[in-house]
Antibody, heavy 123, light 108 residues
């Protein structure tokens, strides 16, 4: 059973960079079948897909966030990373990492999720 | 981006009743790339249905998905106490993947 867990600062100042880690256990991120994605949920709101990264390093981000998002990974540590720069209060949300199951298209459904971590943007 | 609109916003039902949740896409979406998730308070979403009719591992068969074109439906045949939650649809057949705003199924 794959287990994912997000970690990182719970408070980030406006204009700074939000940095989160996702540690994957019970499976290797080197498995070529899966993408490793980030999704966020603002308080009381719906879900927003941020982007995914493949173990090869190929990544794809939501155009609405693309200019501010950097996705990376460390296969030796089985970790995936999210950086979101120039944050504002609108970036306050619970951030989830999730495994994206394979499909015959560029994207897939998220079949395993971490518990999420709340990041608040405030001075 | 495909915008997904879910209705109703809240569905008030009793255990044992049938729940029918709607998800309408702003333009044609493939049922092959439509998913449904369940989210309970303080928890991450849980994948229920993917593709035209696939059920994720461990999901009871009282959950089923259907639809095509722009209109999709999640049906819960008989509500169990653990089914009261918020449900989201997602399309992943067009970039970027997008979610509906959710339907809350609450106890009447």
């Amino acid at each position: 059973q794959v287990h994912l867990e997000e970690s990182g600062p719970g408070l980030v100042k406006p204009s700074q960079t939000l940095s989160l880690n996702c540690t994957v256990s019970g499976g290797s991120i080197n498995s070529g079948a899966y993408h490793w994605s980030w999704i966020r949920q603002a308080p009381g709101q719906g879900l927003e897909w941020i982007g995914y990264i493949h173990y090869s390093g190929w990544s794809h981000s939501n155009p609405s966030l693309e200019s501010r998002v950097t996705l990376s990974l460390d296969t030796s540590k089985n970790q995936v990373f999210l950086k979101l720069k120039s944050v504002t209060a609108a970036d306050t949300a619970v951030y989830y990492c999730a495994r994206e199951a394979p499909s015959d298209y560029d994207f897939g459904p998220q079949d395993f999720w971490g518990p999420g971590t709340l990041v608040t943007v405030s001075s | 981006e495909i915008v997904l609109t879910q209705s109703p916003g809240t569905l008030s039902l009793s255990p044992g009743e049938r729940a029918t949740l709607s998800c309408r896409a702003s333009r044609r979406a493939s049922s092959a790339y439509l998913a449904w998730y369940q989210q309970k308070p303080g928890q991450a979403p849980r994948l229920l249905i993917y593709g035209p009719s696939g059920r994720a591992t461990g999901v009871p068969d009282r959950f089923s998905g259907s639809g095509s074109g722009t209109d999709f439906t999640l049906t819960i045949s008989r509500l169990e106490p653990e089914d009261f939650a918020v449900y989201y649809c997602q399309q992943y057949g067009s970039s970027p993947p997008s979610f509906g705003q959710g339907t809350k199924v609450e106890v009447k």
